[in-house]
């Protein structure tokens, strides 16, 4: 399977915990998205990396949440102390984007978090 | 901020029926509209327009972007149930951002 792959796919935990996510993306792209999605919405961005480099994090995201892709492959998203508000499907995507063109964005399946 | 409005928010047709979904955007450095298909887990690719006034299409699926008016719209013709989803819009910039409505849900009753 070369698509997009995260881990776990399901996470319930309890307030006050912390959690780690991780993203596998197809092979050649060098972007990598992270989303959070909930019932009624479209998906909402995080954060995305260009290889290694962090590009921009959402003004929305609190300092909870950190975002690595430390050898410009797999990603992971921590979130440190979770609230209930946390409770979301997290979508990782990735892509193949250069000077002129961006590919469309290939979405993972997806990690269920519930925060009980 | 950059914004992608889709409407309606929701729809219940019949078989048979044709759908239309609108999708206006506001994007800084616009480079592409994308369309994607929601059923219950991830959104699949269904396409990208870049070019203003040319109809993309897939089967009973069409696509058409308006970079003058800021809005593309999505047609399914002869719907059937299988149709039945969340469809997503997106606008992406040059720095490879993409930016997504919130979703219209198609349900297609038999």
């Known amino acids: 399977d070369t698509g997009v792959s995260q881990d776990p796919r399901h996470k319930i935990t309890k307030r006050g915990q912390n959690v780690t996510f991780r993203c596998d993306p197809i092979?050649?792209?060098?972007?990598l998205y992270w989303y959070r999605q909930t019932l009624g919405q479209g998906p909402e961005f995080l954060t995305y990396f260009q290889n290694e480099a962090q590009l921009e994090k959402s003004r929305l995201l609190s300092d909870r949440f950190s975002a690595e892709r430390p050898k410009g492959s797999f990603s992971t998203l921590e979130i440190q102390r979770t609230e209930q508000g946390d409770s979301a499907m997290y979508l990782c995507a990735s892509s193949l984007t250069g000077a002129a063109y961006n590919s469309p964005l290939h979405f993972g399946n997806g990690t269920r978090l519930t925060v009980t | 901020e950059d914004k992608v409005v889709q409407s309606p928010l929701s729809l219940v047709v019949h078989e048979g029926d044709t759908v239309t979904l609108n999708c206006s955007y506001e994007v800084t450095n616009f480079r592409s509209l994308l369309w994607y298909k929601q059923e219950k887990k991830a959104p699949t690719f269904l396409f990208m327009l870049?070019?203003?006034?040319i109809e993309k299409k897939s089967g009973r699926l069409s696509s058409i972007l308006d970079k003058k008016e800021l809005f593309s719209i999505l047609n399914i013709t002869a719907t059937q149930t299988g149709d039945s989803a969340i469809y997503l819009c997106a606008g992406t910039d040059s720095w490879g951002k993409f930016q997504f409505g919130a979703g219209t849900q198609v349900v297609v009753t038999p």
């Open positions: 870049t070019s203003s006034g």
């Open positions: 092979s050649e792209h060098n972007r």
